[in-house]
Nanobody, 124 residues
Framework: QVQLVESGGGLVQAGGSLRLSCLGS????????MGWFRQAPGKGEEHEFV??????????YYAESVRGRFTIARNGYGNTVYLQMNNLKSEDTAVYFC???????????????WGQGTQVTVSS
């Protein structure tokens, strides 16, 4: 069983930075691809793709809206995945979820495991 716990959300002014962390547990966690998704207010249950990383950290993927501002990485032990968010904008306000899956990372929210989410609020 894989469990994911996000942390690092909060309130920040536009132009500021936050780093989200996703701590994973379970024997297979280090072999899983990871993704970050978000749900923005007023957009229902839609999980918008933000970033993803392969199990070994060699391959990363970003949504066009965050490319150049956000960076996804995982630590050497493979049990924590980070999302460094710089130059935050009001439209980045959302609940951010980390997710894990076997195989390659993908942009569709059809991952096997999900965290509970962490709120990020960007004030303008």
């Amino acid at each position: 069983q894989v469990q994911l716990v996000e942390s690092g959300g909060g309130l920040v002014q536009a132009g500021g930075s936050l780093r989200l962390s996703c701590l994973g547990s379970g024997r297979m966690f280090s072999t899983l691809a990871m993704g970050w998704f978000r749900q923005a207010p007023g957009k229902g249950e839609e999980h918008e793709f933000v970033a993803a990383i392969s199990w070994d950290g060699d391959d990363t993927y970003y949504a066009e809206s965050v490319r150049g501002r956000f960076t996804i990485a995982r630590n050497g032990y493979g049990n924590t995945v980070y999302l460094q968010m710089n130059n935050l904008k009001s439209e980045d306000t959302a609940v951010y979820f980390c997710a894990a899956k076997t195989g390659n990372p993908i942009v569709r929210p059809t991952y096997d495991y999900w965290g509970q989410g962490t709120q990020v609020t960007v004030s303008s």
